[in-house]
């Protein structure tokens, strides 16, 4: 069935470093994908996302790759901030063209900066 | 605007009990999911609905989990026996259908003791 496999944590870096979580999928036909953002105590909030193979999805300075080649999509961002620290969620939906009826998601990276 | 408000934020009971969550989604959205959210297993789907309709319940856990939509504003999810095993964050979210992003409530931490 589908799944999505992403790195696991936690992450710890310091401030204005540069970030990268690894995620790749695997599914039938064409998923969309999509990263979200758990902060403490909270529900996941979406960051990005990409409907389509080499879509770029940005979002707050993060930004993700489709790629199909690869069936990846990895989170990126040039320089994190203390605010950054939360837990990451890579996520696809099975149904091509960004139908959230059902997503799939990750196990989580926790990622902590500090100052 | 509001967000997917749940109810309780934290509940605490003894095994045997009946636990009972609740959700109000964002008006105008027409697809509700209902999540667990534990340390072993990540973020699962138990059941989501559209247009107040069940379409996939397929990873409710067991019988004694059932969830219900009587209507656009209101839904349950329901834990009758509750058992320890069942601990965990409840995550309640809803979307429009299609290509739309899902927005979740707070969460319900659940301990089963």
């Known amino acids: 069935g589908d799944s999505v496999t992403q790195m696991e944590g936690p992450v710890t870096l310091s401030e204005e470093a540069f970030l990268t979580i690894n995620c790749t999928y695997t599914a039938t036909g064409y998923p969309s994908l999509f990263w979200y953002v758990q902060y403490p105590g909270e529900g996941l909030q979406l960051l990005l996302k990409a409907t389509k193979a080499d879509d770029k999805g940005s979002n707050k300075g993060f930004e993700a790759t489709y790629r199909k080649e690869t069936t990846s999509f990895h989170l990126e961002k040039g320089s994190v901030q203390v605010s950054d620290s939360a837990v990451y969620f890579c996520?696809?939906?099975?149904?091509?063209?960004?139908?959230?009826?059902?997503?799939?998601f990750g196990k989580g990276t926790k990622l902590s900066v500090k100052p | 605007d509001a967000g997917v408000i749940q109810s309780p934020r934290h509940e605490v009971t003894e095994m045997g009990q009946e636990v009972t969550l609740r959700c109000k989604p964002i008006s105008g959205h027409n697809s509700l999911f209902w999540y667990r959210q534990t340390m072993m297993r990540g973020l699962e789907l138990l059941i989501y609905?559209?247009?107040?309709?069940?379409?996939?319940d397929s990873g409710m856990p067991e019988d004694r989990f059932s969830a219900k939509m009587p209507n656009a504003s209101f839904s349950t999810l329901k834990i009758q026996p509750s058992e320890p095993r069942d601990s965990a964050v409840y995550f309640c979210?809803?979307?429009?259908?299609?290509?739309?992003?899902?927005?979740f409530g707070d969460g319900t931490r659940l301990s089963i003791l």
């Open positions: 979210a809803s979307s429009l259908v299609g290509n739309q992003p899902q927005h």
């Open positions: 609905f559209n247009n107040n309709v069940p379409i996939d």
């Open positions: 996520a696809l939906s099975p149904n091509y063209g960004g139908s959230q009826g059902n997503l799939i």
